[in-house]
């Protein structure tokens, strides 16, 4: 299983963040697994964004101080994230993680995005 993730690299302030996460080596909606997007900002630790099922149920984290949506498109076997209104705070390294619920997991590289006028 490989992810690759993509996306502006530069994103003004209070504009919207749109990633990419374009997966192989396994269906996205293969039953069990889990598409998780997780973020961190330089010099701290990870931060568990949210995540949409192989069902297509999505759960984001209530901690989140931005509006985030990820959804998925099956023909293209991608997941992508949204997030609104981002701040420089939101400057990050940001990864898209697969699981099935087992030991296993697959990241992908991370992609930089900074939010900066």
């Known amino acids: 299983v490989q992810l690759q993730e993509s996306g502006p690299g530069l994103v003004s302030p209070s504009q919207t963040l749109s990633l990419t996460c374009a997966v192989s080596?396994?269906?996205?909606?293969?039953?069990?697994?889990?598409w998780t997007w997780i973020r961190q900002p330089p010099g701290k630790g990870l931060e568990w964004i949210g995540y949409?099922?192989?069902?297509?149920?999505?759960y984001y984290s209530p901690s989140l101080k931005r509006g985030a949506v990820i959804s998925r498109g099956d023909a293209k076997n991608t997941v992508y994230l949204q997030m609104n209104n981002l701040q420089p705070e939101d400057s990050a390294v940001y990864y898209c993680?697969?699981?099935?619920?087992?030991?296993?997991?697959?990241w992908g590289q991370g992609t930089q995005v900074n939010v900066s006028s």
């Open positions: 993680k697969a699981g099935a619920g087992g030991a296993t997991t697959y």
């Open positions: 080596g396994v269906s996205i909606t293969t039953a069990y697994y889990a």
């Open positions: 949409i099922l192989y069902s297509g149920g999505t």
